[in-house]
């Protein structure tokens, strides 16, 4: 059973803060991870993915992979009000024949003004 | 539009009747998922095509559930006998690589059991 843990929140940083969201994951054949938005009573949307081990950055996001230790998190500078959302960690196992995309539970995230 | 378009954005329905949720995803897009969603709570995967063909059903919870895809373009997904317990939010995405990951959602179709 593929599974995709996050702490659900709720998650509240002051604007221009760093926000810090973790994800862990079991099963060690996986090879790509997701980050998903979710803004409330909206469908997801992808923002960041990460295939190779450290960090990748895009704006001011990035993301932080440790296949080592099946860790993944996203990082959030200068937060914004706007960032207020639910972030969805996900992952593919590739090579087993279904690129099944699995979703953790979520990350309430509020960025208070 | 040239987003993922589903239908009935609502349902509701009496416990014991089958139902069908549409999918039309984006034009040429190779790749079509099935999710359900309970409010507060992750994307839980149900299935998804290639084309035509069904790929992996695993994530269907009974054979009340099952899907399909005959044209490789839209898909229904059906579900016979419906309980209290498969009212939910029942997203369709579609993807144009299925390797990478980048899946397009649709609005949801939210199924209401009573």
């Known amino acids: 059973q593929k599974e995709v843990e996050q702490n659900s929140g709720p998650l509240s940083v002051p604007e221009g803060a760093i926000a810090s969201l973790n994800c862990t994951y079991s099963?060690?054949?996986?090879?790509?991870f997701f980050w998903y938005r979710q803004y409330s009573g909206k469908s997801p949307e992808l923002i960041m993915f990460i295939y190779s081990n450290g960090d990748k950055e895009d704006g001011r996001f990035t993301a932080q992979l440790n296949k080592a230790s099946q860790y993944v998190s996203l990082l959030i500078r200068d937060s914004q009000p706007s960032d207020s959302a639910t972030y969805l960690c996900?992952?593919?196992?590739?090579?087993?024949?279904?690129?099944?995309?699995?979703f953790g539970k979520g990350t309430k995230l509020s960025v208070i003004p | 539009g040239a987003g993922v378009s589903q239908s009935p954005r609502y349902k509701v329905t009496k416990r014991g009747q089958d139902v069908a949720l549409r999918c039309d995803p984006i034009?040429?897009?190779?790749?079509l998922y099935w999710y359900r969603q309970a409010l507060g709570q992750g994307p839980e995967f149900l299935t998804y095509f290639n084309y035509e063909a069904q790929q992996d059903k695993s994530g269907l919870p009974n054979d009340r559930f099952s899907a399909e895809r005959p044209e490789g373009s839209i898909s229904t997904l059906t579900i016979q006998r419906t309980e209290q317990r498969d009212s939910a939010m029942y997203r369709c995405?579609?993807?144009?690589?299925?390797?990478?990951?980048?899946?397009?959602f649709g609005e949801g179709s939210r199924l209401t059991v009573l």
């Open positions: 996900a992952v593919i196992e590739s090579g087993a024949g279904s690129y099944q995309l699995t």
């Open positions: 995405a579609s993807s144009s690589d299925p390797e990478s990951g980048e899946l397009f």
């Open positions: 034009s040429g897009h190779v790749s």
């Open positions: 099963d060690r054949g996986s090879q790509s």
